[in-house]
Every structure is written in C-alpha cells, then in structure tokens.
C-alpha cells in the first residue's frame, strides 16, 4: 500500500493523488492494477477513477494501447511514471512482440512467413495464405479468450489484495506457468478480491488439481517469459532479439499447422513431429490463424511447435529454413593459420597511426568476448553514434555476431 505523503501544494496540474493505490505487480495489466486500486475505497469503481481523470476515454483499450493524456494522468494520480503504467499494456510489448496495437499496421504475411524454420522459404506459401485473416483484422499472440492464471501462484499469494490478471498468461503463445510448470486454468477474476476458476467441482471451494505440461512447451515457455522481461533469449547460435523469437516462434507454429499433402519430402519430420506429440493436428488449422483457435486446439499447436524446436536443436529431425540456424549450436570452425610469411628486401613499411587504433580495437573486442564488464563498456561505447532504436538494435546484432555475450 503506498500512502499519499506528498503536500497538497506539490500536486500536478491540478491532479491530487489517490490517497491510497496498491504498486503494480509485475507483469500485471493496466486495467488490473486500477481493479485493485478501486478495491481500497467503499463505493468506488475502475470506472469511477478513470472517469475523474476528466479525460475522454469512451472506446480506449487501456490494456492495449493508452493514450499518453490518460496515462500522463494515472502517473499524477498515483506514485507510478507514465512509462511504468504504458509497460502494463500491449503498446509497451512494441515492438518486441508485436509491430503496433493498430491492427491496419500489422502484417500477417510479413510477421509470420518472413522466417522459414523447418520447411523451406517459399514451400505451401499458397496454402499458409489460406490462413491469412482479412486486413486490418489481426494481431500477433493476442486471442479473445477468457482470463487465465496459474492456480498455485494464487494459493502463493498473501492476501486477496494480490489476486491481478498477469498480461502474458492472457497471450496464446504461453500454456504454462513457468515458476511451477503447470498448465494455466481457465477463470474469472475481480481483482483485489475473488477469482473463480472454471475446471473446479460445482459447491466446491477448492481448485481443481494443477495438470503439469510437456517439458518442451515448460521450456519454449520459459524462453518466452524471459524474451518479454529481458527483451533478448539464448538459443542454440547465440542470443537473440526478443522480437526474433517470437516471430520465429509464431513461424514454427504456422509450419507445424500445414496440412501434411502440401510439404512434399517435409512431411515425414512434420509428422514425427506430431507423432511425438501423442496428437493429431486440428483440422480447423488449415484455414484459421492460430489466434482464433480455440484453447484446446492453440494447446495443441503449441506442444507441435515446441516439441519442433527442441527437436531441431538435438539435431533429431531435419529442418530446411533459414532461421533453423538460430536453433543449432555454432560448431567449431577451425581457422586456417596460412603460410609463413617472407620478408621482402626493401625499406620497412611506414607504419600509420590507424595501425595502432585497428589493433587496439582487436584488443577491446578479444577482452570484451570473455569479460561482461568490458562488453558492457564497449557497448556503452558504441552506443554512443546510435541515434534510433532500430540503429541500437542493429548494434546488438553486431555484438551477437562478433562473439560479445551482453547480459
């Protein structure tokens, strides 16, 4: 609980704060934490704190996109920034899980055929576009289901003050818990006070039993959650980009969903695949995009791609994509050590002052591959001609491929 200490005459713009607001949990959503905001005073609603910001907010989407007025608002009336409040909503996944909240900016195509995996670039292109939703009509990882949670995270908690809707356990792409490794359970929350859980026996107070989930999908879980909080995740060649990842990921998951008659000599290690999995792929894959799937049917596609990627990486399948690379381990590469050299008669070379910048540089960045302090420096370093995000995130890049670990 975070009592208001502030004089009345350090208000902003006329805002005054709530005298009472709970700190965001992580992960929680936007509209959550104002639930449980609500829950600390007798009579009062979400809806009632958003209304007296004074702003217009008829048809927002607060756990989409917040427009900066209101969320500049929220950050007055409470202790949080407006940064903090904005990574509570999917606009704050941007763009590492998605390109734009607008769903007119986000391409299917692009998003989900760019990457090739375990088929071939170009290979049933023409039946992976049977799946392409209508323009302006989809969103990457984002479905309509009902609330989900994991039931041992709530039987964790200290007080019903904490019970919140988590933003990544809504996302299709995740299936588990990755602190307890069971399956998330269908439910309805009022946060701050209740939650009623769907698969639970009628007159009873108690949750069904956890079901535990595959060590794949616990895995690809896991990589998932840290590529969201850490922004990058370690695979096989090295680390990556959070939004490489999930867009690899969300192509593995198309892969896996083309009917076996349009993959040619790819179906056999697609159907090892499946065969592995203990399921048949759901018919409706062949012409619905995985996020308007039911929940049975994105489970099962989801240990497919799990059990795909795991596979490709124990080398125990054969994978023709061009991303399958970013799943092997670098073998070694033996460096030719060339011929010795003979000295020429003549006047030695003049040597230049770039000379010693070049092999000063080799230095750092020999030094830099086997110390994280001077990775970080050199970085720092670096970083410092970047003028975009995009210019950032190609430096990283550079430092992937130069053998630099960043942490």
Not at 203 to 215: F, I, N, Q, R
Not at 283 to 288: A, K, N, P, Q
Request: proline share 8%; with cysteine; glycine share 6%.
């Amino acid at each position: 609980m975070t009592p208001d200490d502030a004089p009345a005459g350090l208000a902003h713009s006329g805002h005054q704060r709530w005298p009472l607001h709970p700190r965001p949990l992580p992960g929680e959503m936007l509209t959550s934490w104002l639930a449980r905001t609500s829950e600390q005073y007798s009579l009062i609603t979400a809806a009632d704190l958003i209304a007296g910001l004074g702003l217009k907010t008829s048809g927002v989407d607060l756990d989409r996109y917040t427009p900066e007025p209101i969320l500049n608002a929220l950050a007055k009336r409470s202790t949080c920034t407006a940064e903090r409040l904005r990574e509570m909503t999917l606009a704050g996944c941007t763009p590492w899980l998605l390109d734009s909240t607008d769903p007119v900016e986000c391409d299917f195509d692009t998003y989900v055929h760019q990457l090739s995996v375990l088929l071939p670039p170009g290979l049933a292109m023409a039946d992976r576009r049977r799946r392409t939703p209508p323009a302006g009509t989809w969103l990457p990882w984002v479905s309509t289901l009902t609330t989900r949670a994991c039931p041992l995270c709530i039987d964790d908690l200290d007080t019903a003050a904490d019970i919140a809707v988590m933003m990544a356990q809504q996302c299709p792409m995740l299936t588990s818990c990755t602190k307890h490794h069971c399956r998330l359970e269908f439910c309805a929350v009022i946060p701050g006070r209740l939650i009623f859980w769907d698969r639970t026996s009628p007159g009873s107070d108690e949750h069904a039993p956890p079901l535990p989930v595959a060590a794949a999908v616990a895995e690809i879980d896991r990589r998932s959650i840290t590529a969201l909080t850490s922004g990058a995740v370690e695979l096989g060649g090295g680390r990556v980009h959070a939004a490489v990842w999930f867009r690899l990921l969300r192509t593995v998951v198309d892969e896996v969903s083309t009917p076996l008659v349009r993959t040619g000599w790819w179906a056999k290690p697609l159907s090892a695949i499946w065969k592995s999995t203990g399921h048949s792929r759901p018919l409706r894959t062949s012409w619905i995009p995985f996020e308007q799937l039911r929940w049975d049917e994105q489970a099962t596609v989801m240990l497919a791609a799990a059990t795909a990627i795991i596979a490709v990486e124990n080398d125990e399948i054969f994978a023709d994509g061009t991303g399958a690379a970013l799943l092997r381990p670098r073998g070694y590469e033996p460096v030719d050590a060339g011929t010795p050299t003979t000295r020429l008669h003549g006047p030695e070379p003049v040597r230049s002052a770039w000379d010693d910048v070049q092999a000063a540089i080799d230095a750092v960045v020999a030094e830099a591959r086997v110390n994280i302090e001077t990775a970080t420096a050199l970085f720092g370093f670096a970083r410092t001609g970047c003028r975009t995000e995009e210019d950032i995130d190609d430096l990283a890049y550079a430092f992937v491929e130069l053998g630099i670990r960043l942490d």
